[in-house]
Each structure stands twice: as structure tokens, then as C-alpha cells.
T-cell receptor
Framework: AQRVTQPEKLLSVFKGAPVELKCNYS??????LFWYVQYSRQRLQLLLR??SRESIKGFTADLNKGETSFHLKKPFAQEEDSAMYYC???????????FGTGTRLTVIP | EAEVAQSPRYKITEKSQAVAFWCDPI?????LYWYRQILGQGPELLVQ????????DSQLPKDRFSAERLKGVDSTLKIQPAELGDSAMYLC?????????????FGPGTRLLVL
């Protein structure tokens, strides 16, 4: 069965501090992992996907198949990073995405 | 920039009443998704369409929920009768391809409150 776990519902960091949002998954096939973000009063949108191996807004995420993790990281948090972040899991053979419960990140000025 | 449109944005209804939500995907997107997001949880897929055909409705409570996409463009999600537990955000998303590897574009959602 597919499952996504985001252990932290709330995470607060100071501006300029590093941030890491945790995501662990369970999937028997070859996983595809995504991070979606929802800023205040905006719609849910894709932040990044592991297959792209790119940095978006300073965020990176590495798929670790051994630890079944896809943690989202940024070395220096900015106030505009405050948002709700969802980890999502798909994969070959899957029709759709499974979302975690989300982590609300607050960056303190 | 093209966006997914949803209406209404908010809906308050009494239990046992019927409600309907509308979604207009990004033009040209063949795949359309309806999600339900209960407060404090992530979106959960209710139904997925590829053009006008249902690809996955395994999580749709079919005794009270129905969804259609008659011409393969816009879609309607209906609840009849509504129950207190249906209070949630209903999100529509679209993508130009099917499968879990593609980027999904989300609408603003319809927040439903059942009294």
C-alpha cells in the first residue's frame, strides 16, 4: 500500500536558519516523489519533483530509497517560505498521487 | 496564465440537502481529478477522469457522491444527500497527461460546510 508520512504538523524556524521538512514513504514499486506548497490565500502548486533534480526557490529534496525518505531542505529560510508543504507519492503504474498530511512552516523574522 | 476554475468558492448547506460543485480545467488538459481535503489532512483523491471516462473512483462514496465529465471538458461533483462528515475542502485539479508522474494544477477549491 502507498503511504506518505510527514511527522511534523508544525515547524517554526528563524529567518536565515536552515530548514528541513521530513517526508517518509511506503511504496512497493518505483516511487515518484513530489513536494507541493500552498502559500496563504493561494492554490496548491507543485514546488519540485525528485526526477527533475532541481532547486526551486532555494529548496532541494533528495530521494533516499534506502531510508524511504524525501526530505525538503533549504539552507537559509526566508519569511516568504512560510506556507503549508505537502509531500506526495506516485509511481509507475499508479494513476494518481497520495498526499501526506502536510507541515505548516512558519519562518520567524 | 491559464488556471483551473472552480465554483462556488464557499457553500453552506443543511444535512440531507443536495450540493453540486463545478470545475473547469485548464484548456487542453485531458485528465481531471476531484480531491477531498478534510481539515488537518492532505488531499485525498475521490475520482479521476481521462477525457470523459472515469479512470479511478475507488474512493468515491458512490451511495451519495456522483461525478460526471460529459464532454470531456468541465466536470460536476454532486453530493446527495449531504452529511455532516462531508464538510471539507473539495479540490479540482487537471493535467495534460494521466499517470502519477505528471504535474497536477489545482483550482482554488470549494469549501463546504454541512450544518
Amino acid at each position: 500500500a502507498q503511504r506518505v508520512t510527514q511527522p511534523e504538523k508544525l515547524l517554526s524556524v528563524f529567518k536565515g536558519a536552515p530548514v528541513e521538512l521530513k517526508c517518509n514513504y511506503s511504496y512497493s514499486g518505483s516511487p515518484e516523489l513530489f513536494w507541493y506548497v500552498q502559500y496563504s490565500r493561494q492554490r496548491l502548486q507543485l514546488l519540485l519533483r525528485h526526477i527533475s533534480r532541481e532547486s526551486i526557490k532555494g529548496f532541494t529534496a533528495d530521494l533516499n530509497k534506502g531510508e524511504t525518505s524525501f526530505h525538503l531542505k533549504k539552507p537559509f529560510a526566508q519569511e516568504e517560505d512560510s506556507a503549508m508543504y505537502y509531500c506526495a507519492l506516485g509511481g509507475k503504474g499508479a494513476n494518481n498521487l497520495f498526499f501526506g498530511t502536510g507541515t505548516r512552516l512558519t519562518v520567524i523574522p | 496564465e491559464a488556471e483551473v476554475a472552480q465554483s462556488p468558492r464557499y457553500k453552506i448547506t443543511e444535512k440531507s440537502q443536495a450540493v453540486a460543485f463545478w470545475c473547469d480545467p485548464i484548456s487542453g488538459h485531458a485528465t481531471l481529478y476531484w480531491y477531498r481535503q478534510i481539515l488537518g489532512q492532505g488531499p485525498e483523491l475521490l475520482v479521476q477522469f481521462q477525457d470523459e471516462s472515469v479512470v479511478d473512483d475507488s474512493q468515491l462514496p458512490k451511495d451519495r457522491f456522483s461525478a460526471e465529465r460529459l464532454k470531456g471538458v468541465d466536470s460536476t461533483l454532486k453530493i446527495q444527500p449531504a452529511e455532516l462528515g462531508d464538510s471539507a475542502m473539495y479540490l479540482c485539479a487537471s493535467s495534460d497527461l494521466g499517470g502519477a508522474q505528471v504535474t497536477q494544477y489545482f483550482g482554488p477549491g470549494t469549501r463546504l460546510l454541512v450544518l
